[in-house]
């Protein structure tokens, strides 16, 4: 893993922060309700949360092999 892999983790769990620091799930809610009917909005919330529970997995997984490749590298040492 190098340097790019890293800076790219870093870049996407700022994104995720300042995404929850901005209102997150619930001001997009709000934003979706004022537009569409309740069962338009249930559909998209699932849409949403399935997205975000794919993304949650995805970065878990990047921080995983992060991980590894560290302690390889300090095992290497």
Known sequence: M????VIAVVALI???LAYQRTGGAADLKRKIESTMGPEDVKKQMDSLSAVTDSLREKTADALDR????IRKAEKGE
Not at 66 to 69: F, V
């Open 2 to 5: 190098d340097m790019g892999d």
């Open 14 to 16: 700022i994104a995720i």
């Open 66 to 69: 992060l991980e590894k490749a």
